[in-house]
């Protein structure tokens, strides 16, 4: 089988041919129809976390059951599952059992510390495989099996009510998501923010209300106080500490940001201002089985519709470049068919 991989020195990916995986336990083997392409994965095939070369990436990713392991009873060959970023967890720590499993400190991760779904076939732990809803267009479905459902939980996180603003720094592949959660689902007054005239054109398309260009706003903060009163709440999906740094001073008294993209730098953060004015800043990492059941819930209803572009598996390679170079509009998705 074909499937996209970390390369030898840890600096990008391949397309190599690979042995189809064996199943076990518990486990289904799954055969792949499509596969997003995530900023994560571009930092896994650098090795921001750590270098995995050889490991096969993807945690976007889309198929259906064709086999299945002993003991696997929560499946049946046929059903359309999710290969996503948690893959598994130890289902019986602290964090497993108070629904928080993503913070399991032995969490699986799809594409990083177990190989993922960015290959024709991949192998799923059946009790952590989420099935895809009837309705959903599983192409779509692959951009919420991560982007959708992380920025979904963001919002969650951030404490969204109706009628309440909400800005989004970044709105790329998330951060377009996470407009459309934030206005369509849980029925906000989005602000998106971003340096990138085209993806702010397409945030506007898909529900916010203001639109901000960073080059264009001296004081981006400055400009969301005025126009909004203080947002109340922020996610900020931008790989930018510019970005985390002005989403303290968008928000309102007692309001919160969540961090959810994952730049390698150090966010400033008065403390006088956040005890003063009571700033919560919080992570948010992905979401939980549940979370992922009613991200893809929303899809289902045509409440959010991901915006995809579909490549064949041997243009992995441009699409990392494109990635990395900010070119992307909003998701690449890998087609296994073409």
């Known amino acids: 089988m074909k499937a996209v991989v970390v390369n030898p020195n840890s600096t990008g990916v391949e397309v190599v041919e690979h042995d189809i995986p064996e199943i076990g ?14 900023h994560t994965d571009l930092h896994v095939a650098h090795g921001d976390f750590g270098q995995v070369p050889g490991r096969i990436l993807g945690h976007e990713g889309i198929g259906i059951v064709e086999k299945l392991g002993e003991g696997v009873t929560s499946l049946k060959i046929g059903d359309r599952v999710s290969i996503a970023w948690f893959f598994e967890g130890c289902g019986h720590c602290e964090y497993c059992t108070t629904g928080r499993e993503t913070l399991c400190r032995s969490v699986k991760n ?7 779904g960015m290959s024709e076939y991949a192998v799923v732990t059946a009790e952590y495989a989420v099935k895809v809803p009837e309705g959903l267009d599983p192409a779509q479905a692959s951009s919420i099996t991560c982007a959708g459902v992380t920025t979904y939980k963001a919002i969650k996180e951030s404490g969204a009510a109706p009628g309440q603003w909400i800005a989004v720094y970044g709105v790329g592949g998330l951060g377009n998501l996470a407009v459309q959660y934030a206005k369509k689902v849980f029925n906000t007054h989005v602000v998106a923010v971003d340096i990138n005239q085209d993806k702010l054109d397409l945030a506007k398309e898909v529900g916010a209300d203001l639109i901000v260009n960073g080059h264009d706003i001296k004081d981006v903060p400055a400009y969301i106080q005025e126009k909004t009163g203080g947002c109340h709440g922020v996610v900020v999906s931008a790989v930018s500490k510019v970005a985390f740094n002005q989403a303290v001073d968008s928000v309102r008294a007692g309001g919160t940001v969540v961090a959810v993209g994952l730049p390698s730098e150090y966010m400033e953060l008065s403390i006088v201002k956040a005890v003063l004015d009571g700033i919560r800043v919080v992570g948010s990492l992905v979401g939980t089985r549940k979370d992922l059941e009613e991200a893809f819930a929303f899809g289902a209803q045509g409440l959010v519709v991901p915006v995809v572009e579909k490549v064949p598996i041997d243009s992995a390679p ?21």
């Open 25 to 38: 336990y518990g486990e289904a083997l799954v055969k792949v129809e499509y596969c997003g392409v995530c």
């Open 318 to 338: 441009q699409v990392f470049e494109d990635m990395e170079h900010g070119r992307i509009q909003g998701r690449k998705v890998i087609d296994f068919s073409l």
């Open 110 to 116: 799809a594409g990083y510390s177990v190989d993922g």
